[in-house]
């Protein structure tokens, strides 16, 4: 399940925009989810991510952005109206 909410924090506030892109950093294999961003934030977290990278805040490897696709249906997972 992807968090609603962009994961960005500042001055101990969580942003309240919805989440529009997947931060992900792929290494050795593996992919790890770092974090879900909104437009606002996109460009600034962007160019903090080297840094981060540097200084072992994030792992290093290849980092991946990928847009959110909202999906809506009117089926509720075990609803008797649900063909």
């Known amino acids: 399940m992807i968090p609603p909410n962009c994961s960005i924090i ?5 942003c309240g925009l919805t989440s529009t892109c997947v931060m992900s ?5 593996e992919e790890y989810m770092i974090a ?3 437009d606002d934030h996109f460009v600034d977290f962007k160019k903090q991510i080297k840094y981060m990278q540097e200084i072992g805040k994030l792992p290093k490897g290849n980092v991946r952005f990928q ?17």
């Open 10 to 14: 500042i001055e101990g506030r969580q």
């Open 25 to 29: 950093v792929a290494t050795d294999g």
């Open 36 to 38: 879900t961003l909104c």
């Open 67 to 83: 847009m959110i696709k909202p999906v809506g249906t009117d089926c509720v997972l075990n609803s008797k109206n649900c063909s």
